[in-house]
T-cell receptor, first 117, second 109 residues
Framework: GAVVSQHPSRVICKSGTSVKIECRSL??????MFWYRQFPKQSLMLMAT?????????EQGVEKDKFLINHASLTLSTLTVTSAHPEDSSFYIC?????????????FGAGTRLSVL | KNEVEQSPQNLTAQEGEFITINCSYS?????LHWLQQHPGGGIVSLFM???GKKKHGRLIATINIQEKHSSLHITASHPRDSAVYIC???????????FGQGTRLTINP
């Protein structure tokens, strides 16, 4: 089946630094990628939707200058948490969706656990 | 309002038991997903349904479009099935997934 690779799986950083998370579709072209955040014992919350070559659409309450999303190619999207603070510590998950007949299927990355000290 | 409700929230059973997790949604959908999330966090997509029934190994997923309801069944449950199971839907005309709150399943040996 289709594979989405997310890297890194875990990152620990100091407050004030920026962290970049990569999401790659390995064997298909992802016209749309989604970024989610999940706090402990809570459901996934959609942060933003990115379509290749265009600006990401952010959900209400998500700061676009804080969470920079780039979807420069059909196989790669990146999420950069800028000037991270302890409250940004969370589990971040990406998913990717192909177009055409497979447009209803989302493939998930394994997630990135971010800990900001 | 587009909503997804799952039940039960928590389920503990003994190894070998037949497990059922339910998902109801509010309006028409284009697809329903069943996802599995293990304690480490990674999510695995188990099924995507738009009608009928699908089976993969010990897992069976059904959907009733008229009743706006889906069930995930696990036969001959095993401790390694312990995880959070999440129902997620794509509502008609939308592209993003709406998630249920998840069902935490624990299978004791």
């Amino acid at each position: 089946g289709a594979v989405v690779s997310q890297h890194p799986s875990r990152v620990i950083c100091k407050s004030g630094t920026s962290v970049k998370i990569e999401c790659r579709s390995l064997d298909f072209q992802a016209t749309t990628m989604f970024w989610y955040r999940q706090f402990p014992k809570q459901s996934l919350m959609l942060m933003a939707t990115s379509n290749e070559g265009s600006k990401a659409t952010y959900e209400q309450g998500v700061e676009k200058d804080k969470f920079l999303i780039n979807h420069a190619s059909l196989t790669l999207s990146t999420l950069t948490v800028t000037s991270a603070h302890p409250e940004d510590s969370s589990f971040y998950i990406c998913s990717a969706r192909a177009g055409g007949f497979a447009k209803n299927i989302q493939y998930f990355g394994a997630g990135t656990r971010l800990s900001v000290l | 309002k587009n909503e997804v409700e799952q039940s039960p929230q928590n389920l503990t059973a003994q190894e070998g038991e037949f497990i059922t997790i339910n998902c109801s949604y509010s309006v028409g959908i284009s697809a329903l997903h069943w996802l599995q999330q293990h304690p480490g966090g990674g999510i695995v997509s188990l099924f995507m349904l738009s009608s009928g029934k699908k089976k993969h190994g010990r897992l069976i997923a059904t959907i009733n479009i008229q009743e706006k309801h889906s069930s995930l069944h696990i036969t001959a449950s095993h401790p390694r099935d312990s995880a959070v199971y999440i129902c997620a839907v794509t509502f008609q005309g939308a592209q993003k997934l709406v998630f249920g709150q998840g069902t935490r399943l624990t299978i004791n040996p």
